[in-house]
């Protein structure tokens, strides 16, 4: 294998990494955005 292959891959899997990251990241702000409205639903009672 050249190193042209590894740097392929390692670019590949950096990319994948980040894309993870911020697919978790927008799962938690959905879950942050849930719970406050909940929360200010609760506080108009």
């Given at each position: 294998m050249q190193s042209t292959d590894w740097l392929l891959?390692?670019?590949?899997?950096?990319?994948?990494?980040?894309?993870?990251?911020?697919?978790?990241?927008?799962?938690?702000?959905?879950t942050l955005e849930r719970r406050l409205r909940q929360m200010e639903m609760l506080n108009d009672d």
């Open positions: 891959y390692a670019n590949a899997a950096v990319w994948l990494g980040i894309g993870a990251y911020v697919f978790m990241l927008a799962r938690a702000q959905k």
